[in-house]
């Protein structure tokens, strides 16, 4: 990066002062270049359902009278029209996300029911794969944010659990509270990530496999929504893996401190 550093002396005073000029014009390109990469992949990421849809309906105009046909066609397209509408939510809620300033918004929140409401909303999945959520420990004091997003992020990484995991196996979700942090544990028992593609998987649209991906209704979003949700809460997101051993997401997040009055003073039961 191209910084100036220029040594002043203010006569009067007789001190010596140093003035820095960043030259952030480096920074500034950057921001661009990964902006414009963005929306090109939105661009493509949403121009292969809609492609897809026009297609299947021309085709369903060409032979209404084919039932067999009329209802594969009907099928596939319920199935991209259900991916472009979690594409467009991943997209809404990513742009929200980068804008959204939490701590001014947030509230007391109550962990143990974050996880136990992102659990409910991940069990059908899990069911349809015969996959069980095993939820174990608990937290002892609240963090302070925003419930629904937490929900989202944590039902983002069970979902994940489950999608990358094959049928008959466990995902387990452990809480547990110590250095003032509040630790949750999300472990599958997957193909696991190898150490190249763990750097990657948190950039938006990035996917191991993506036919996998789209295949099981990912959009390539979903982590870079979970590290924008927990950097926005003060915590961080990491994982542990190795191929043939599953994976392991660990979420650290900031506790309240104990009879802390968050500043709104509200507390959230989700
Ligand atoms: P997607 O919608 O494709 O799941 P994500 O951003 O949630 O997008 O994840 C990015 C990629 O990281 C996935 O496509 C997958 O390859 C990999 N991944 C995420 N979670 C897991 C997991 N629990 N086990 C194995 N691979 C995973």
Known sequence: QGTIIIQVRIAPVGEEYILILADDRTEITRTEAIRNDFVANVSHELKT?????????????????????VRRFAQRMHKESARLAALVQDIIELSRLQGANIVQQGKAVDLGAVIAEAVDRSKLQAESKNIELVLGGSV????????????????????????????????GIGLRSGGGLATVSISDQGDGISAEEQERIFERFYRVDAARSRQTGGTGLGLSI??????????????WSQPGSGSTFTVRLPEMEKG???PAGNTENH
Request: proline share 6%; charged share 25%; glycine share 6%.
């Open 140 to 171: 002892s004091e609240p963090v302070y944010g925003d419930a629904d997003l937490l929900v989202t992020a944590f039902r983002n990484l069970i979902d994940n659990a489950v999608r990358y995991s094959p049928s008959n196996t466990k995902v």
């Open 226 to 239: 979970v590290k924008h949700v927990i950097s926005n809460h003060g915590g961080e997101v990491t994982v």
């Open 49 to 69: 359902p809609v492609g897809a849809i026009s297609l299947l309906a021309e085709a369903l105009e060409a032979s209404p009278d084919d039932e067999e046909a």
């Open 260 to 262: 802390q009055s968050d």
